[in-house]
């Protein structure tokens, strides 16, 4: 419509993948003196087209070789293949199914027991727990180490930024109820930072210490909100201040 038009630019569509379809007269013929036809130009309209997700099962087949001459000798001597390494060893899961369980959870916000549904539509029936073992087991084996270093460049910096909000979590490790306040804390780099970092720390509490075991011995300026915590430690932004004085 005239309306889509002024809404998308061309430079809107994506743009690394084209597929081209030319659509050309079968027999250009004259309809009026039936004399043949030359072709004038080309004119053209764009469309973006959907490819539906489909799983598609990866038979790594690992060829063995021997060596014969050294076998009759009584050593054998035999090499493997070298194949693709697999992300969670003993697992069917490939590194592009747990990215979209990753994605869809913690992007997308949609619950592990919902993506279900989805991965057996499909055609792959899965159980929650594995999916569940999926997203742990990555998390611990090659996210962590990523995590790790990244804060360890956070720290380094001498200025943070620094937020917290509750949330809740309906299994709590310390036996309380569901309802409970948890809180997700945010430490950042200052805007323009040349590398910025974003690192986040759950926690079942918002008490100090949670605080100081994310900051360990580290000293600097903190630039954050007007809680309390944050008077306790060294260094913290007075931006809030001026509520007071415009309360007073």
């Known amino acids: 419509s005239r309306s889509e038009k002024t809404r998308y630019s061309q430079e809107e569509i994506p743009q690394n993948q084209t597929e081209e379809y030319h659509h050309r007269l ?14 004038l130009g080309t004119k053209d309209w764009s469309e973006v087209k959907l ?14 070789y021997e060596c014969r001459n050294c076998k009759k000798s009584g050593t054998n001597q035999i090499r493997v293949a070298p194949s693709p390494k697999r992300a969670l060893p003993g697992s069917i899961a490939s590194p592009s199914m747990i990215t979209e369980a990753v994605y869809m959870k913690f992007t997308q916000f949609v619950p ?19 999916l569940n073992e999926w997203v ?8 962590a180490p990523i995590y790790q ?3 360890k460049q956070l720290l380094a910096k001498t200025i943070l930024a620094v937020d917290e909000t509750p949330s809740r ?20 780099t200052i805007e323009g930072a040349t590398h910025p970092i974003t690192l986040f720390d759950s926690t079942l509490t918002r008490s100090r210490d ?9 000293l600097g300026l903190i630039l ?25």
């Open 210 to 218: 949670e605080l100081r075991k994310f900051l360990g011995n580290w």
């Open 169 to 188: 979590i309906l299994r709590r490790s310390d036996g309380k109820s569901g309802r409970s306040k948890s809180q997700n804390w945010v430490y950042r």
């Open 112 to 130: 592990l027991e919902r993506q279900l549904k989805d991965w057996q539509r499909l055609g792959l029936t899965l159980h929650s727990r594995t």
């Open 149 to 151: 270093e990244l804060k």
């Open 224 to 248: 954050c909100d007007g809680y309390s915590v944050y008077r306790q430690l060294p260094g913290h932004c007075w931006a809030h201040a001026r509520r007071k004085w415009v309360e007073a």
């Open 51 to 64: 490819i539906p997700a489909k799983l598609v099962r990866c038979r790594h087949i690992v060829h063995r």
């Open 26 to 39: 079968e027999e250009p013929v004259c309809l009026c003196c039936n004399g043949e036809m030359k072709e």
């Open 136 to 143: 742990n087991k990555v998390a611990e084996d090659w996210l």
